[in-house]
């Protein structure tokens, strides 16, 4: 009799002489990724929760594909990036199942802004919704393209411009999509995406798709993941940020134009514009320059000293702009002949409505209501205070297993503060420590002799010390600032005293200025919390990274104001509860930037003695990996071999 078949474990792929190392020449053992597999199929197995922090280089995510393809589950996978979706889906995906010798079940989602609309296509051709050559030349590319695509990801048309605005004319967003009352829909893109995710054993989608679709479910709509029984959370120190997001609301000037703009265009296409519905919708554009001039005012974010004050300030305009939208859905429900693309702009006047009253009369105290502005936009937004409770409701008490992991998610070597922040009900926890040798690969220095980085003269005495630090690694550094101001002083200051060329964020892309950064012999770039994560530059041309301040949240954003309040009130410490850790996870990150592969080698340097001389910097120190250290300006030198 044949012996009974048993599943293969995660231990018979990542061992020392596993299926991996058979599979893949240039595979080497790390036993971190074991430790970190097994504990990953035992949560499984076992139905629990999982936190892991996984060092950078310990290979997590075949840690975690691995044992959710044994579980014979239907496992979420949610990453940072889209980027990394793809990275996923394209090659490991492939590698495994060519190496399993079976079919996998997999399928990846993205936002709906990422897929065409066939009838958009379709329209476009009878109607002039396109405007000048290049619009005209993009969309004949697309034509052709819907012809074969399977998918319709737009990601598959490289030579498509990252702004091409017609593509955004042809998106399949939501708010302008008919459903099932669509002619396509039996092909439309975002019909057979989730058709393909109902018959996927793993599901690959990014945090902000996990976090609409959840909190859309939570409003008793239909979301369009289907049901899963775990989700493993990739890059998941980002998720309290994301769902912050998605479980609260926001309204903006640009919103209620584009409603307008896209009644206008419907009823010229549809022939059902009538000069009544041109006065209400003048009325409406009126109205809502006269709502969101009251909110004018400096540029960035800010907080509502006084509600109720604001409310009494401009109630009568406020008054205006509710009517208005009522009197725009009553036109728009009396259209005759009412056209299905109505049905998504009925809804979308509905949930602007709902929202600008939410905003401007809701007493939950559990929301923190803020402006931001940026250029002409005026975004009003409510944010929940604590997504804990949410999350925990949502979330941990309703899916059997949830698997966080990160480079980093611990402070001080544990990780009160990530399950409080998240609210994880008792998950187990791992530290998987990554391949990396950093006590001989970096060196951290913290200058010491600086002025506390609050003081006037910190700017002036920190530049001299950076163009010092430059000189001795021959540029190949990134300088990474807690605020654009800080940023441009130091560059202005800077990059006409050293030899080696400069770049600074905002004067481009973000991804040009980093392929011209890997590009450019010596280069140093100047930029914010943008590249503090998610930014890979293995290899010499990154050796250096200095940070300007140890990151501690701007006290006064709103949204770290009302947090900070928040623990107050409840007799907690912010400061050791919330303030600390949550800087010492964006230092981690940001230094986590030098040390890509086990090549690699650098400087990080720390312009901010804090560190070393308040009681708080232990937790900084605590949290970061074992880098070699020194406050000798000659120790860097050394390294750096000068
Ligand atoms: S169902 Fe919606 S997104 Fe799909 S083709 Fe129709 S209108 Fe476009």
Request: net charge negative; glycine share 6%; charged share 25%.
């Given at each position: ?217 939570d ?21 309290e940020?994301?769902a912050g997001?998605?479980f ?116 939950d105290s559990d929301f ?16 929940p205070i604590d997504v804990s409770s949410l999350l925990r409701d949502k979330l941990f008490d ?22 409080t922040r998240l609210g994880i009900p ?140 928040a623990?107050?009130?409840a ?72």
């Amino acid at each position: 009799m044949p012996p009974p078949q048993t599943s293969p474990t995660a231990r018979q792929f990542f061992h020392g002489r596993g299926l991996l190392s058979e599979w893949h020449p240039q595979y080497e053992y790390r036993p971190g990724q074991q430790e970190m597999a097994e504990a990953v199929e035992g949560a499984l197995a076992e139905k629990r929760h999982l936190v892991v922090e996984a060092g950078t280089g310990t290979g997590k995510t075949l840690a975690y594909l691995i044992p959710a393809i044994l579980s014979g589950k239907r496992v979420v996978v949610s990453t940072g990036t889209k980027n990394l979706q793809e990275q996923l889906y394209f090659k490991d995906i492939p590698f495994l199942a060519r190496h399993m010798n079976r079919e996998l079940r997999v399928s990846y989602m993205k936002g709906r802004k990422n897929y065409l609309c066939r009838q958009k296509v379709y329209d476009a051709e009878k109607e002039p919704v396109l405007a000048g050559l290049e619009e005209v030349a993009d969309y004949q590319v697309i034509r052709e393209w819907e012809k074969t695509t399977e998918m319709g990801d737009r990601a598959e048309i490289r030579q498509l411009p990252a702004g091409s605005t017609a593509w955004s004319k042809l998106d399949a967003r939501r708010e302008l999509c008919s459903g099932q009352k669509c002619a396509q829909f039996e092909r439309c893109f975002i019909t057979r995406m989730q058709q393909r995710a109902r018959e996927s054993d793993i599901i690959i989608v990014n945090h902000h798709l996990f976090f609409a679709d959840l909190a859309v479910k939570d409003r008793d709509y239909e979301g369009i993941i289907p049901d899963y029984q775990a989700v493993i959370f990739d890059e998941a120190h980002e998720i309290e940020s994301v769902a912050g997001d998605y479980f609260g609301c926001s309204i903006s000037n640009h919103q209620v134009e584009d409603l307008r703009r896209d009644i206008t265009a419907l009823a010229r296409r549809k022939n059902f514009g009538t000069q009544e519905l041109d006065r209400v919708l003048m009325t409406l554009d009126e109205c809502a320059d006269r709502f969101f001039a009251v909110f004018a005012g400096k540029e960035g974010r800010s907080g509502i000293p006084d509600r109720v004050e604001l409310r009494e300030s401009c109630e009568a305009v406020y008054q205006d702009l509710l009517r208005v939208l009522e009197l725009t859905g009553a036109h728009l429900q009396l259209v005759k002949g009412a056209t299905d693309e109505l049905i998504p702009l009925n809804g979308r006047v509905e949930e602007l409505r709902q929202t600008l009253q939410f905003w401007m009369e809701s007493d939950d105290s559990d929301f923190v209501y803020w402006i931001e502005r940026r250029g002409r936009g005026v975004y009003l937004e409510a944010t929940p205070i604590d997504v804990s409770s949410l999350l925990r409701d949502k979330l941990f008490d309703q899916v059997d297993t949830i698997i966080l992991t990160s480079a980093t998610l611990a402070v001080g070597g544990g990780f009160e503060y990530v399950k409080t922040r998240l609210g994880i009900p008792a998950p187990r926890t791992a530290i998987v420590q990554g391949p990396f040798d950093y006590p001989k690969q970096a060196l951290l220095y913290v200058a010491n002799g600086l002025p506390d980085p609050r003081s006037p003269s910190f700017t002036e005495s920190a530049s001299e010390e950076v163009i010092r630090l430059l000189e001795m690694s021959k540029g190949r550094a990134f300088v990474l600032f807690t605020s654009y101001q800080q940023m441009r002083a130091f560059h202005d200051r800077i990059s006409f005293e050293i030899e080696y060329p400069t770049l600074l964020q905002g004067t481009g892309p973000n991804h040009a200025l980093l392929d011209e950064f890997r590009n450019t012999p010596h280069c140093v770039l100047f930029a914010t919390s943008s590249f503090w994560q998610g930014v890979d530059v293995p290899g010499d041309n990154l050796s250096c990274v200095i940070i300007d301040k140890l990151p501690f949240a701007v006290p006064t954003d709103p949204v770290v104001e009302a947090r900070v309040r928040a623990i107050r009130e409840a007799g907690g410490d912010a400061f050791h509860d919330y303030q600390v850790p949550s800087a010492a996870l964006a230092l981690k990150q940001g230094f986590g930037r030098l040390i890509r592969s086990r090549s690699d080698r650098g400087v990080l340097a720390l312009l901010d003695n804090r560190i070393t001389k308040q009681r708080y910097g232990q937790i900084f120190f605590d949290s970061l990996p074992d880098y070699g250290f020194t406050m000798q300006i000659n120790e860097v030198a050394r390294f750096f071999d000068v």
